[in-house]
């Protein structure tokens, strides 16, 4: 694989797992963390390896600084998979806890919706920044 080229599986020190869920609520995490990677603020990463429990996927888990859970709903798909794992996230936030109704089966949302759930993350990982806890933190 050539410098330009890394491979999807590096570790970094941010990793982003959303949702992906079939609501608006799950397009909304997935969404949020999409435009933080393209940011730079942190690395979308592969929330089905680390379910089907692939080795460097898991690895490259493990060595990041801070793992950042993205539910769309209290079902709590995200933190369960990375909590079955052994990868307790730093940062955990439930998207239809803030304020935004969850609409199972409508995969729209509006730009307002998106903003909410997006500046909240960067706020966590502001805070985050400024002096990580040493256990979770749970937003809602």
Known sequence: MSDSQKCACEPSEVLFFPCSGGSNCGQIAHHAAVELHKA?????????GIGGHVKGLIESAKAAKVLVAIDGCPALCVKKTLDHAELPP???IVVSELGIEKKSGHLDFSDEELAVCRDRLAQELQAWVAGPAADSTSVS
């Open 90 to 92: 730093r940062i955990h």
């Open 40 to 48: 730079g603020r942190g690395k979308l990463f592969c929330l089905a």
